[in-house]
């Protein structure tokens, strides 16, 4: 169970995660509720970016943090990723800022993941969570599935895009 007072956090699943001049990151391809598949599973995703954001009370709770990444079918008690960050780190992390003091109250974590190859075995969520001690904080998920023929999958244009085509003929070009 969580304790969203104590720490919470999210994940943006995406295609790629780039790092830019002046030191800042993009996020190429961002799913907003599901990776469509055209195959049949088991299938292999050439990439999968997720960029995991933890916040959490310094001092709130006590032990190392546990990351675990859970692919579809992954039972829970064993997570296709998964790996320790000491306590020691979050006592000896260093505030970006010291006359903010926000800084000193929370523990802020920023872990960029890239998978690839990465191979699913069956339709499902790709789970994101993070545990210290007995907590566990929910940090997304997203959901791998096939496109089924009833689907209706719709396109939405970029409000920026230009306006599509009409089906009139283009004018005609001035004579040179």
Do not use: H
């Amino acid at each position: 169970m969580s304790e969203a007072r104590n720490a919470w956090g999210f994940t943006l699943f995406a295609d790629d995660i780039r790092y830019e001049m002046g030191g800042k990151t993009s996020l190429i391809g961002i799913y907003q509720l599901d990776l469509n598949q055209l195959m049949d599973f088991p299938i292999t995703i050439p990439k999968l970016a997720m960029l995991i954001k933890y916040y959490e009370i310094k001092g709130a709770l006590k032990g190392d943090l546990n990351v675990k990444i859970f692919l579809p079918g992954d039972p829970e008690s064993m997570p296709t990723l998964s790996w320790i960050i000491p306590e020691a780190a979050k006592d000896n992390a260093q505030t970006p800022y010291k006359s903010d003091s926000d800084s000193e109250k929370l523990f802020d974590l920023t872990l960029p993941i890239i998978v690839s190859p990465l191979n699913i075995k069956e339709e499902g969520f790709v789970k994101v969570r993070i545990q210290c001690g007995d907590i566990t904080t929910r940090l997304g998920r997203l959901m791998i599935r096939k496109v089924r023929d009833t689907d209706n999958v719709p396109f939405t244009p970029s409000p920026i895009a230009s306006p599509p085509p009409s089906s009139q003929s283009p004018p005609a070009s001035p004579a040179s």
